[in-house]
């Protein structure tokens, strides 16, 4: 029996690149100063064509025994595989960090290092509308107390542990009832943190300054729909939508995070699936996350900067323009890892 410490999480396999890249994952697993037990869960399209009923019901019990999870990409058909996993287990919340990776080129030359809290539910996504007659169409926009509550309290709770500033960002003066309270329960959140230094900026004059200026954010919090177009729009800042990786999160009454999954933000790549050549960093950067959210925060850390350092050396996979294997670019990283480990 192994010594060291010890983190279970369950793993949700989904398609296309999905096996290398979870491949890749325990390629450095098996370097880690850790004992990782994954508890695998067969999320791909072929099981849910067959039972998806089980399929997400084995994967709500897996990650509700574990507490966290490492999801991979997956195909919608019938339905988002994301989308069920949020309502089945109440994820509230996304955060999506982003930041500039040496040596990847960019069209950009700011630096930016930024943590988007997105509302990962209501706004528009909700509902997706009806029609009125053939000349018009409505849909409803919901913002709702508890995930506002829930995404403002972790922004201040990271801002304070990054110590910075929050920004919050929406429509408030035109959308006076909704984002107005979004604005509204953020300012109270706010008021529990003193310390930590809170102003409030309109979402189209932000995406201006954020690429003008991009140092002077760190953590932003909107609401859904914002949050999903300020986080592809930074993700290209810095190179590529592919270059990163999210987490969602469930909350109990006090705040406290209950259950945690962490996946990539690309998609299955069916066009390069079996080949060997996918980049497998995104699913690096989830595992750093979940090591971190599991108490491991100093080997997540490692491991993320390794994943840096790699790129930065220039050992990558042919999308960033080096000739590596997924399997040769896990192998450096490794590397990189034990070195940044050995000088702790």
């Not at 009923?53 to 994967?59: G, H, K, T």
């Not at 018009?136 to 995404?151: F, G, H, K, L, M």
């Not at 429509?171 to 006076?176: E, G, N, V, W």
């Not at 066009?271 to 950067?285: E, H, K, T, Y």
Request: proline letters at 4%; charged letters at 25%.
């Amino acid at each position: 029996m192994s010594d060291l410490e010890r983190l279970e999480l369950a793993e949700f396999h989904g398609d296309g690149i999905s096996a290398e890249l979870s491949g890749a994952v325990h390629q450095v697993a098996e370097a880690l100063p850790l004992d990782l037990v994954f508890h695998a869960v067969d999320l791909s399209l072929e099981r849910r064509r067959l039972e998806a009923e089980a399929a997400y019901r084995e994967a709500e019990e897996a990650i509700r025994r574990h507490g966290l999870a490492l999801k991979y990409p997956t195909v919608t058909e019938t339905e988002s595989p994301n989308k069920v996993l949020r309502e089945r287990l109440d994820f509230s919340v996304i955060h999506r960090p982003v930041r500039s990776i040496p040596g990847v080129p960019t069209r950009h030359d700011g630096q930016v290092d930024l943590h988007i809290v997105r509302i990962a539910v209501g706004g528009t996504y909700e509902d997706a509308g009806r029609r009125i007659g053939t000349e018009a169409a409505v849909s409803i926009r919901v913002i709702e107390r508890r995930p506002t509550w829930q995404a403002a309290l972790f922004a201040f709770r990271l801002a304070e542990r990054l110590g910075c500033g929050v920004v919050s960002t929406s429509k408030h003066t035109i959308q006076r009832a909704t984002d107005g309270l979004f604005e509204e329960v953020v300012r109270e959140v706010a008021a529990r943190f003193p310390e930590v230094e809170h102003r409030s900026e309109l979402f189209d004059a932000l995406l201006a300054k954020l690429i003008m200026r991009p140092e002077d954010y760190r953590v932003l919090v909107c609401p859904n729909e914002y949050g999903d177009f300020v986080s592809d729009a930074a993700c290209g800042m810095v190179g590529s939508v592919g270059l990163g990786a999210s987490a969602s999160y469930a909350f109990d009454e006090s705040g406290e995070i209950t259950l945690a999954m962490f996946d990539p933000a690309g998609g299955t790549a069916p066009d390069i699936a079996g080949q060997g050549v996918c980049n497998p960093s995104a699913s690096l950067w989830a595992l750093a996350m979940a090591l971190e959210h599991g108490g491991f925060r100093a080997v997540g850390r490692a491991l993320a900067a390794a994943v840096r350092d790699t790129i930065a050396s220039g050992r990558t996979t042919a999308d960033l323009g080096g000739s590596l294997s997924t399997t040769e670019f896990t192998a450096a990283v490794c590397k990189a890892l034990q070195a940044r480990l050995t000088r702790r």
